[in-house]
């Protein structure tokens, strides 16, 4: 019979129709699509730079490292610099911060839970999503990279998952998928965090801090946003060991830093390398969020009371040297800026640390600091109050905590922390804040540091500790902020009406850093 038979024609249309409304529906499910090149013509792997960045996800995935402790050894070890270092860089840590957002997107184009789908192919499509929603890549070159990645990696199976999936991601823009997720959020919460690429309880933990700390609710928004821009590289020129001057006069052409926006000891660098300035290579300059400067200078401007208004203490054995001490030191960055102070001052610096690994960081951080200033310590930093009493005249109280102020710069860190680290956590802090507040001396002042904005972890552990205790007085920590910032900024930093301080990184441009300054009365 004639393939032109009009008696056969419908039923073939109909078989024609049904089979193409199968392919579309394996489509959308990211499945069911097949690569049209041959498979001699198929790339086999991908350049270097998407490599690092894949190697950066799975170790931040499989050992809890941190990105910006993996990424730059393994460019540098792999010779992967100047524009491709760039893009590894961007790509490795944008897929970190907007992974909340892409997972939503990628369980809408896959037939499973993304539970079920091997963690290593689910990295493998999250870098090809931000490449084609996050970044100006091409999206040919998206897919076809990402897959032959994929193939490379974890075989010709699951790179052709990955291209289905990511051809249709790509068939709706951007601007579509952001309207969808939102529309698809049961709840305003929800739809901040999904499109802001937070867990929930974070984004509702920083709308109460925000609201705690007298700001607008409706900042949470540009928090969120702060929380995903790449922050720019920040250095400290140690006071005594080096200046600012010197950091820019050492600087290879058309890399000097240039002046931070608050702190006289800061500088952004315009590249992402510190190691090209001499300075921060031998230990007299380093790496330090301004915020982090801030509060360590706060500290040290502070006045101690004598009772005979001289402003320095007599240490022990009656030396008339300052004691300071770091409590929780490693990895080093304040109690290095502590040092330089405490040396410029005549002071003596103990810097303890309660992981011997970390304490080796303290000690690498300090190898600039002049023979005799500092001591270098492994021990637990909530026995010292009780074998120590009424010892040191500054102590700091940088706590463990959830690092939920940090996020730009760790944003593995928010899909790690859950709520129950809190209880935790915050029992730690107590026990710190109180082992402090008994080393310090009468007339000595303590100061209570965290890298979270988290109400649970600042005020709420400040008030429980003063609860029990009526020789402790709060210090005006925002009076102590404004002594130290530049001259210039005093007026124009918004530091509220309370007593504590609250950094926030859409605000200030800083690391969300918290300070409450106490002194133990006479």
Request: with cysteine.
């Amino acid at each position: 019979m004639s393939p032109h038979d009009s008696s056969r024609g419908p039923a073939r249309d109909q078989r024609r129709d049904d089979r193409g409304r199968e392919r579309g529906a394996a489509r959308s499910r990211g499945a069911g699509q097949r690569s049209t090149s041959a498979p001699s013509a198929r790339r086999k792997g991908t350049d270097p730079a998407r490599s690092a960045a894949y190697d950066v996800l799975r170790q931040v995935e499989t050992s809890d490292a941190y990105a910006n402790l993996v990424l730059p050894p393994l460019l540098r070890e792999r010779g992967i610099r100047a524009r491709d270092a760039a893009f590894a860089t961007e790509l490795a840590y944008g897929t970190l911060r907007m992974r909340g957002r892409y997972d939503a997107i990628i369980a809408q184009c896959v037939d499973r839970p993304l539970t079920k789908i091997d963690p290593p192919v689910l990295d493998l499509l999250r870098l090809g999503v931000h490449q084609l929603l996050g970044m100006r890549v091409p999206q040919h070159a998206a897919v076809s990279e990402t897959v032959g990645l994929a193939r490379e990696r974890t075989g010709a199976g699951s790179a052709q998952f990955v291209n289905a999936v990511l051809r249709t991601v790509s068939r709706t823009p951007g601007e579509r998928w952001t309207e969808r997720l939102a529309e698809q959020a049961p709840d305003d919460v929800t739809r901040l965090s999904v499109l802001g690429s937070h867990p929930v309880w974070i984004t509702r933990a920083l709308r109460e801090a925000l609201v705690g700390h007298g700001r607008p609710v409706d900042e949470i928004t540009a928090l969120l946003d702060a929380d995903n821009t790449a922050p720019r590289v920040t250095l400290v020129a140690r006071p005594g060991l080096t200046t600012p001057q010197e950091l820019r006069e050492g600087a290879q052409e058309g890399l000097a830093p240039s002046p931070a926006r608050w702190a006289p000891t800061a500088l952004v660098l315009p590249g992402s390398d510190p190691s090209t300035i001499p300075a921060v290579r031998d230990g007299r300059a380093g790496v330090q969020d301004e915020g982090s400067q801030l509060v360590t200078l706060a500290l040290a401007h502070v006045d101690l009371d004598d009772g005979d208004g001289d402003s320095h203490a007599d240490g022990p054995g009656g030396t008339g040297t300052e004691r300071w001490l770091d409590l929780c030191a490693g990895p080093g960055g304040k109690a290095a800026l502590l040092a330089a102070l405490a040396s410029d001052r005549g002071a003596h610096l103990v810097a303890n640390e309660l992981a011997p690994h970390r304490a080796r960081l303290v000690e690498r951080a300090l190898t600039a600091v002049p023979d005799g200033t500092t001591e270098v310590r492994v021990g637990d930093g909530r026995q010292i109050g009780t074998d120590e009493p009424d010892t040191y005249d500054r102590v700091l109280v940088d706590a463990p905590c959830t690092g939920l102020g940090a996020l730009r710069r760790r944003p593995e860190s928010r899909w790690r922390r859950t709520p129950a680290d809190l209880a935790v956590l915050t029992g730690l802090q107590r026990e710190l804040l109180t082992s402090a507040l008994a080393a310090v001396r009468p007339g000595g002042v303590v100061g209570y540091v965290t890298c979270s904005p988290h109400l649970a972890e600042t005020r709420l552990v400040v008030d429980d500790v003063l609860r029990r205790r009526d020789d402790v007085e709060v210090l005006d920590a925002p009076a102590a902020v404004r002594a130290v910032v530049r001259p210039e900024a005093r007026e124009t930093i918004e530091l509220g009406d309370r007593r504590d301080v609250q950094l926030w990184p859409h605000v200030h441009g800083t690391d969300a850093m918290h300070l409450t300054l106490l002194r133990r009365r006479r």
